[in-house]
Structures are given as C-alpha cells and as structure tokens.
C-alpha cells in the first residue's frame, strides 16, 4: 500500500522567497521587451513611445519661476501641464551639474536660463540629461581655451567634462530672438551630438536615424545648391557636420516659420530628430 502524499503549506516566507528569485528575471524581461517594442514604435512613428513619465517632480521656487517667465517665450507658451514637467526638469538640471564661475559670481538667473536652454532642446527626449559633461563653467566674456590655444564665445570640452559659456554672449542669445544666434542651443547641440554617437537608449537612435535622414537628404546635390545659394544659413554651418546640425538647431528654434517655408523637408528631419511636436504641448 502507498504512503499518502505529502502535502506541503506555503508560508509567506516561501512566496516572499520566489519572488526574489523571480523578480530579476521577469524585471530584465519587461526592461528588453519594452526597450525592443519601443525602437520598433520609434522606427515606424519616428517618436518615442514615451516621453513624460515621472512621477515626482522637482518644483522651482516662486523667484525661479520669475526668471523663467521673464526671459522665456518658449516656457510661456506650454500649456499649463507641459509647465510643470519643464520646470521639473529645469530643477533638475540645476541639481544635477556643478554651475562654476570665472571671474564672475554665480547667480540664479544663469543656473535657470542655462538649465531652461538645455530643457527647450531636449524637451521631446525622454532621455535628456547627459554625461558627457558634469560642470558648466561661466565666463564673463570672450575667455582664454587651452583646448586650441584660443579666444571662445563657448565650447564643448569633453576631456574636461564641461561646458563653457561666455555669459555676455548666451545673454545675448536668449534676449535677441531673431539673429538666429543662440550660443546655449549651440554648444548644447553639440554635446548632445556627441553623446547620441555613443548611446543606444531610443531618444539617441531617434536622433541618428533622423540626422542620418537629414544628411541624405542635404547631400542632394540639387538641396545643397540651393541651401548654399539661398544664403539662409551662415557660412559658419558649413563648417563641419556638427557645426552644421547646431546651427540647424539655432535656426529652427528662432526662425521656424522661414526654415519650415523655405526648406520644409530639412524642417521636418530636425523636427523628427528631437522629437518636437509642438501641437502636444504648446498652447494655440
């Protein structure tokens, strides 16, 4: 005759233990599966599948929030929701990165207006804070760089893990908003380009497949002519391919309405390459 079965009682321990053994494995699955359904999203819809996804927010305190709307139009212009997550991310920025000053004290409008510049260019990007650089160093003026024994407005120094700006001339940048100068998109531009080189998170596959489509489109030897002729751009964008996409970027965000009529496919390529679709979060 057999013995009857054994049965066996799970205790809270037991459960408890299985979900430990579990939960690595069912979190990497969800991570890739995730990760893979959002490229295939991204390459068909050329979005993100999400961009907005925090659910904390930092807050700026009343006095930063007057600068912001002081020197702003871009953050005027949200709708009230959008509002938040931009001063979230601007909160963030000034938490994140070391704001140092040469020969000039600190004050908070640079950490908001520097912060709230790099915010406005990567705000369609989920991904937006960058390890490429850990400071941002602040001249008064034109400076002295060792990286090419010259006089900079600005830079982007890798090796040193920085970014430099000459206060005088980003000032300049936000306040006059139709020279299509903007020293702050510029060199932000270029640290972002940089780091979207490096990087396989979808915001930057985003912005590679899109710059990819934008030089394809741009090599044209018809588009070139004509973008050359038409004397839009200044001389200095074609430069260099990463001189070209900040200067791109400067004109998009100060001329839009006069890039996106004389020039609308190369429009929509940086449109599609920062994932700035401004009919979700900019009020009519």
Not at 5 to 18: K, Q, R, S, T, W
Request: charged content about 25%.
């Amino acid at each position: 005759m057999n013995p009857p079965p054994v049965e066996h009682e799970l205790f809270l321990a037991d459960y408890i233990g299985m979900f430990i053994v579990v939960a690595p494995f069912a979190t990497i699955f969800f991570v890739f599966a995730f990760y893979v359904t959002e490229i295939v999203y991204l390459r068909n819809y050329k979005k993100p599948l999400v961009v907005f996804a925090n659910l904390n927010f930092l807050k700026l305190s009343d006095s930063r929030k007057h600068i912001l709307t002081s020197n702003f139009h871009f953050y005027n212009r949200l709708k009230p929701k959008y509002k938040r997550y931009f001063e979230h991310r601007v909160a963030k920025l000034i938490f994140h990165y070391n704001f140092e000053g040469r020969d000039i004290e600190v004050t908070e409008e640079m950490k908001v207006t520097i912060s709230a510049t790099y915010v406005m260019l990567t705000f369609g990007m989920r991904e937006y804070l960058n390890p490429l650089f850990k400071r941002i160093v602040i001249y008064p003026d034109i400076y002295y760089s060792s990286q090419n024994d010259n006089y900079h407005k600005g830079e982007f120094n890798p090796r040193m893990e920085c970014i430099v700006f000459s206060w005088k001339h980003f000032k300049e940048g936000i306040d006059i908003t139709n020279d299509n100068l903007n020293l702050g998109l510029h060199e932000f531009t270029h640290a972002f380009h940089i780091y979207a080189l490096k990087s396989d998170k979808a915001t930057f596959v985003l912005f590679n497949e899109s710059l990819q489509n934008l030089f394809r489109v741009v090599s044209k030897p018809e588009v070139k002519q004509r973008l050359i002729e038409s004397g839009f751009l200044r001389d200095y964008a074609y430069e260099n391919q990463f001189e070209f996409v900040a200067v791109l970027l400067e004109y998009f965000f100060e001329s839009p309405e006069e890039f996106k009529q004389k020039f609308p496919s190369i429009f929509l390529k940086v449109k599609h390459m920062i994932n700035f679709n401004e009919k979700y979060f900019i009020s009519e």
